[in-house]
């Protein structure tokens, strides 16, 4: 961690208490400082991301992108608290997680506290947390019993039927956040992908391990070999989310980080390249901070599916584990061999009234790999079991359709579960949602079978959501007397990528332009879904902006009639870095400017280059220097250091461009530009 000395800053504080969680100020009542997170506005990183997504962006640019995207508004939103930091006499800790935008400052005083909430980039100050680990609980001795029987869960959920067509989890790579993985045991040494594998936020070991048995099991599930792994073809890498005793979010949020871009166990030379596709989560409590839906948001935008055990806080109802809560994950609820729900397996809805959890698997004396040796099994129980059949199956099934969206993946699974086989219980959980209608707060809309979800056809539009409302920019309505109908009207229509249907004038298609980073809106009644293959016009100028306008000096103008043409003017327009479309006319642009609202316009930013990412504004990174060249523009490096064995990034400042090897630390240079390399990309 980094330490900062403070000097008194006098600054007037503005009156904004919201921003201070009750917790921080019972603790400042007890004592003159306390350990804080504080939490950065951070949606504009994403929408960053959205609008400098070129069309046809591959798997690796697109998380390149969203990765730069948050280190950079990481960087900026949080550079006036570093000077507030800077500026103080007393010595603190400082630590940053820039996937959800995020600072962690030990040892903060009242007074300091109240300077960084008067700051506008500041959304919320929360204690640090650290909680107590709760060990799950065997109900057995481990066994050094070895058979090639398949495991029940695996033959339950249908598995081996696609073994038998030769999809087995070939080319995908599931991430595992836990306690860690015997990396050496038998049924789980053999795919472990080394590179990138492993990473330890608390004791930085080398290779992987596990003091607990939890996550060696977990794995075991996901893609152990000979029987009792869902997807024994796929790869693995893991991280240390929790140990022996404790489990600290900010190191789950670094587990999640290392997830997103993997780096090395150090924290660097970073390839995000070697993310994972699905990552496994058996964490959570209760929460009404919603402490890790930025860290969610970011891993959906780079197209990664979260899966999380619903918790075992059953069979009161609406007290499942967060982040399970999410509507943004795959939540896992268990069952046993005879399609009983556990008896503990958390319950629905959501605080957010979402239908929890999603989906069902076996979870009741689940047999894994064990810690004890390389040949030990041991049984377990929970959803933390039941969400390991969940992953494997989505690595089944991206195995077999390779490049499928989360939206896609999940209608898949929800479409095809067994429900004819479930036992009710004699309750039900939510608003008068009978048991027998799926999805329902207690299997969710039913327990899983992978063999049906990979095998039957995809529609047109993902599962209804009731009684939610899609945020987004409204495309047009049209009269529909069903909701079914609104799905093709949205399928046909440019940019429509999600609707809602109301009853209004005898049935009414909301068609929208959905905005991911906001949650959808509890309304009584209404109907949403998203597109599976929405028919968005996409440009190399990525995403436009809507009424927006940037004041930059133009270069010249073209007439089109529609914003997407506006893009290949720019591209062939020497120094177009930009355009603003307004009725009918391309305003070519070579900087940005201010942006303003316009009512009407249209915006567009070229990419700054097809080999590199876009330039970061007055940074410096220092050191690991292999060669440097004379140009007259920043852009102008990156074939430079695309053309140098061994270049990764580039520094350009005062006509020189400064090649470097590694990314190294970063410092404030006014008027230096840096980029780097993209996936690929390098001589």
């Not at 007890?30 to 997504?53: D, W, Y």
């Not at 066994?143 to 087995?168: D, F, Q, R, Y």
């Not at 997807?231 to 587990?255: D, E, F, H, S, Y």
């Not at 995403?543 to 010249?556: H, K």
């Amino acid at each position: 961690m980094v330490q900062y000395r403070f000097l008194a800053l006098a600054a007037a504080t503005i009156a904004v208490t919201a921003k201070i969680s009750v917790e921080v100020h019972r603790s400042l009542e007890v004592a003159k400082q306390s350990n804080i997170k504080v939490k950065f506005h951070c949606s504009e990183a994403l929408a960053n991301h959205r609008r400098r997504l070129k069309a046809g962006a591959s798997r690796t640019e697109t998380i390149e992108s969203v990765v730069h995207s948050l280190k950079e508004h990481t960087r900026t939103s949080q550079a006036l608290v570093k000077l507030l930091l800077a500026n103080q006499s007393t010595a603190v800790e400082v630590d940053t997680t820039w996937i959800d935008c995020s600072m962690y400052i030990d040892k903060a005083t009242n007074y300091l506290i109240e300077e960084i909430k008067a700051l506008p980039q500041v959304k919320s100050i929360y204690l640090a947390s650290v909680r107590a680990h709760n060990e799950t609980k065997s109900h057995d001795q481990p066994t050094s019993t070895v058979n090639e029987v398949i495991e029940w869960g695996i033959e339950k959920i249908k598995a081996p039927e696609l073994w038998a067509k030769g999809i087995k989890g070939d080319g995908i790579v599931v991430g595992i956040i836990d306690s860690g993985v015997r990396h050496t045991h038998k049924r789980l040494s053999s795919n472990w992908r080394q590179e990138y594998g492993w990473f330890d936020p608390y004791d930085n070991t080398e290779l992987p391990n596990d003091p607990l048995s939890h996550g060696t099991h977990v794995t075991g599930t996901i893609v152990g070999t000979h029987g009792i792994g869902v997807a024994p073809n796929a790869q693995w890498i893991a991280c240390k989310g929790w140990n022996t005793t404790m489990n600290i979010r900010r190191l789950l949020v670094k587990c999640a980080q290392f997830m997103l871009c993997p780096h090395d166990r150090y924290g660097n030379n970073a390839d995000c390249s070697k993310a994972p596709h699905v990552i496994n989560n058996s964490y959570g409590s209760y929460s009404k901070n919603f402490w890790m839906d930025d860290t969610i948001a970011a891993l959906r935008a780079a197209g990664i599916v979260p899966v999380f055990g619903n918790g075992n806080n059953g069979p009161r109802c609406t007290n499942l584990d967060y982040p399970a809560a999410s509507p943004r994950v795959i939540a896992v609820g268990a069952t046993d061999r005879n399609d009983f729900l556990y008896d503990y397996s958390s319950l629905g809805p959501s605080e957010k009234n979402s239908t929890k959890p999603d989906i069902s698997a076996p979870g009741v004396d689940i047999r894994s790999a064990s810690i004890v040796s390389d040949v030990d099994y041991l049984s377990n129980t929970g959803t933390s079991m039941a969400a390991p059949h969940v992953s494997g199956a989505i690595a089944l099934y991206l195995s077999a359709n390779k490049g499928a969206s989360y939206d896609e993946v999940y209608t898949a699974l929800a479409n095809n579960v067994d429900t004819d086989t479930l036992t009710l219980p004699n309750y039900t959980c939510g608003e008068k949602i009978p048991n027998a209608y799926y999805p329902n707060n207690l299997y969710g809309y039913g327990r899983l079978n992978i063999f049906n979800a990979v095998t039957a056809p995809l529609p047109k539009c993902a599962l209804w959501t009731d009684d939610f409302e899609v945020i987004g920019k409204e495309v047009k309505k049209v009269s529909q007397s069903t909701a079914a109908d609104c799905c093709d009207e949205c399928h046909n229509t440019p940019n429509c990528n999600a609707f809602t249907f109301t009853r209004d004038n005898g049935g009414t298609c909301w068609l929208k332009a959905e905005d991911k980073l906001v949650d959808w809106v509890y309304k009584k009644g209404y109907k949403s879904a998203r597109v599976l293959k929405p028919n968005n016009d996409l440009t190399a100028c990525g995403t436009l902006e809507e009424d927006v306008d940037y004041d930059g000096p133009f270069i010249t103008f073209t007439n089109q009639a529609k914003a997407e043409s506006c893009c290949a003017d720019c591209e062939n327009t020497p120094g177009c870095k930009l355009f603003v479309w307004y009725a009918g006319t391309c305003w070519l642009k070579s900087d940005k400017g201010d942006k303003v609202t316009f009512k009407g316009a249209k915006a567009g930013l070229l990419p700054t280059s097809s080999a590199c990412a876009p330039t970061e504004l007055n940074v410096n990174y220092v050191g690991h220097d292999i060669g440097y060249t004379s140009q007259t523009s920043a852009d102008a490096c990156c074939g430079d250091c695309q053309a140098t064995s061994g270049c990764k990034l580039f520094v350009w400042f005062g006509g020189t461009c400064s090649l470097k090897s590694a990314m190294g630390t970063n410092e404030t240079a006014d008027g230096a530009i840096a980029s780097f390399l993209l996936a690929g990309q390098a001589s």
